[in-house]
């Protein structure tokens, strides 16, 4: 019997186990979940596809516009002889006829609102690659601000195991007459210091679990302290800036923007140029004349509008599309400053990241030694109480400025990646489908009708 209860024991441990292992997360897995669920990115790229509607609805012009008309109705004539005799005659005429418009020259417009939806189609794809960085990034914080809030907490908890201790061993001391009242209640003292600094913790722990469902969407769990994407890294700065000048996608966005400016100001200057069109009709008369006749007609009509004067309102948004050229052409130079300054922000911090934690580690060490060191000294009556609790807060000082340099490490890593414009799912090697915006795309940009959307809504 007692064997089965010992099986049964090992049985229930390696289920949790098993239950632990499932539901622990590790970075990769975060990032590839924030991926899939995140709103903001859903969001972002809910309205990429919207913007992918623009480049048929800019390709109106090139097709015909058709539309049948009908009408319907009734009429009485009322005849009065010189005799005083009266006659009625009744029809009811109707008519059905269908009409087509078709553009067949307006200046260029239509070519150029084809080119500039087209602009703008591919500044909302690099502004879905740059939010995708940005949720990617902050994944990463949040999954480095809860790792960092548990780590604190535990070193909190510790703390306070340690200065209970201490409080126990003022007691045994002052009970047999070799310490003192102070001793006693500077051991206390730093005891409810401490618990209250634990409540902080916990407090910042439960702000950074909120966070992360935020971001991530689901409670963390299991969470292992990640590696920095070492692989990823630029070799040098230089190298690093060359690469954000390439391929940051908030600097692409503006340059698309500027062509999307650009063929702006190139369709309203076409108002100013002739238009031409074609209008054909053809119609079916019932009973117009007299009740049971029937006639048919068609024409074709082309129609030549050349403008002179458009009291000024073209001309008017011409100069104010230029305007709006040249701030995009300025945002781009923002942009790169912006781009690089992160990029430099990144690297410094990525660099004094890793020094500090050699020089943490290093602290640490040599703060665990001295403790140590004066615990036996005040044992046989070298050092104070108050010496032995400083030494602990020095300790502790050490430990928290480790965890805190190691989750800069990671962040200022990623960051990095970001500032270059390489954070992506792709980059990343995150198991997830990766969304492709050209895919819907090709499915719109050449449909003459339907109402639903390639998801089927």
Do not use: C
């Not at 109402?451 to 089927?456: E, F, K």
């Amino acid at each position: 019997m007692r064997k089965m209860g010992l099986t049964s024991s090992t049985a229930v441990v390696m289920v949790l186990a098993m239950v632990s292992s499932a539901s622990a997360e590790d970075l990769t897995s975060a990032l590839a979940r924030a991926y899939k669920s995140n709103p903001t990115l859903n969001i972002q790229r809910t309205q990429v596809r919207a913007i992918d509607e623009s480049v048929p609805q800019a390709k109106v012009p090139f097709r015909p516009n058709v539309f049948i008309s009908a009408s319907a109705g009734a009429t009485r004539s009322v005849f009065t002889a010189p005799t005083g005799q009266t006659s009625s005659v009744g029809r009811t005429p109707y008519n059905v006829g269908i009409t087509i418009d078709q553009s067949i020259f307006r200046g260029f417009q239509t070519i150029n609102s084809v080119r500039a939806a087209k602009a703008n189609i591919r500044a909302s794809r690099e502004a879905l690659r740059n939010v995708e960085q940005d949720i990617l990034f902050s994944a990463v914080t949040a999954y480095a601000d809860v790792i960092l809030a548990k780590q604190t907490v535990g070193i909190r908890e510790r703390d306070i195991s340690f200065l209970s201790e201490q409080v126990r061993s003022s007691k045994a001391r002052l009970d047999v007459g070799e310490g003192t009242l102070t001793d006693l209640a500077q051991s206390q003292a730093q005891e409810a210091l401490a618990r209250a600094q634990l409540s902080t913790a916990q407090a910042q722990l439960d702000a950074a679990n909120a966070v992360y469902r935020q971001v991530i969407g689901r409670s963390p769990s299991g969470l292992s302290e990640p590696r920095p994407p070492v692989r990823l890294y630029p070799a040098t700065l230089p190298r690093a800036l060359e690469i954000a000048a390439v391929e940051h996608p908030a600097t692409k966005a503006t340059q698309h923007l500027v062509d999307f400016a650009a063929f702006n100001v190139r369709t309203t200057e076409g108002e100013l140029l002739p238009t031409l069109s074609l209008r054909g009709t053809a119609n079916q008369n019932f009973n117009s004349q007299s009740q049971g006749d029937r006639s048919s007609s068609a024409s074709a009509t082309l129609n030549l509008n050349v403008p002179l004067y458009q009291g000024g309102g073209v001309a008017s948004r011409i100069r104010q599309g230029k305007e709006t050229l040249g701030q995009r052409r300025l945002e781009v130079d923002q942009s790169r400053d912006q781009v690089r300054n992160a990029v430099v922000s990144s690297w410094t911090n990525l660099v004094s990241s890793r020094a500090t934690i050699k020089s943490n580690q290093a602290q640490v060490n040599a703060a665990n030694i001295a403790l140590e060191g004066v615990i036996e000294e005040r044992n046989v009556g070298q050092r104070t109480q108050l010496e032995v609790l400083q030494a602990r807060s020095a300790v502790l000082t050490a430990q928290l400025q480790l965890v805190t340099a190691k989750r800069n490490r990671i962040v200022a890593g990623y960051s990095l990646l970001s500032s270059v414009g390489r954070l992506s799912a792709k980059n990343l090697r995150l198991p997830v489908r990766l969304y492709q915006p050209k895919e819907h795309y090709k499915k719109v940009k050449d449909l003459w009708y339907g109402l639903r959307t390639p998801s089927g809504k």
